[in-house]
């Protein structure tokens, strides 16, 4: 009876010959991880509202605005770029010392106004976080424009802080792309500093719920996976062609496999 290259006797050679099912057992030597981006707001979690009363109370408080005009957009921008506009239309110089004033007055209302609304995790979320962080490939990161403080605080508010290693936020990019290569960078820290490999683009995938965060994902070649949890609609996502739009993100199994495909 023939022998596999390990030494162990093969049952199927004389019926298949040249052909051999069994293999020895190689180690597989893995140079990069699976890296898997998420969004907050809207794709993570729903605060009903918590960031922006906290913006309108700072803007009111601390920069006598009492109205925030209603042109301004919120939805996949950052912190920054939205602060940037807002002051421009009331005159307001965007200094590093205007920008920080208005950064201390938000955070700390923002403590606040996540314990006054009724918000939570979005369908879908808790089971697959738990399950990715099962995996031993795939290595979990945040890209928001939330100022990094402000994204804490959301995610400790909702008990789901202990998920993430890493990410790119708000504070200092006006473009998402900036964020998105920030994000990047960090992921590719932790997994230096933790696992000694890489992060590569295409290996890596971002989840968000608005066009903006599929924008992003190609500004660092990574795959998107676009979720209708947000104010964008399942065909206004489809519109900026994402890898995969889905209507959320109960699908864990189908969710998982999309990350962790080549």
Sequence with gaps: MDKTADGLRDPDAARYPGVSRWQPSVPVCRLAMYVVLFDIDSTLIRTQGAGRAAFAETFRADFNIERIGDGISYAGRSDRAIVREVFAQHGIEDRPDTWQRFRRG????????????????????????????????????????????????????????????????????????????????????????????????GLTTVIGDTPEDVRCARSIAAKAIAVATGESSLCELRAAAPDHALPDLTDRDTVLGLITSA
């Design 106 to 201: 938000y955070l700390r209302r923002l403590e606040r106004t996540l314990t006054m609304r009724r918000g939570g995790l979005l369908p879908g979320v808790l089971p697959l976080l738990r399950a990715i962080r099962e995996r031993s490939d795939v290595a979990m990161g945040i890209l928001t424009g939330n100022v990094a403080a402000g994204a804490r605080l959301k995610l400790e508010h909702y008990g789901i802080d202990s998920f993430f290693g890493f990410g790119g936020y708000g504070d200092d990019h006006v473009d998402r792309g900036g964020i998105a290569a920030e994000a990047i960078g960090a992921a590719a820290a932790y997994l230096h500093t933790k696992h000694r490999l890489s992060a590569e683009p």
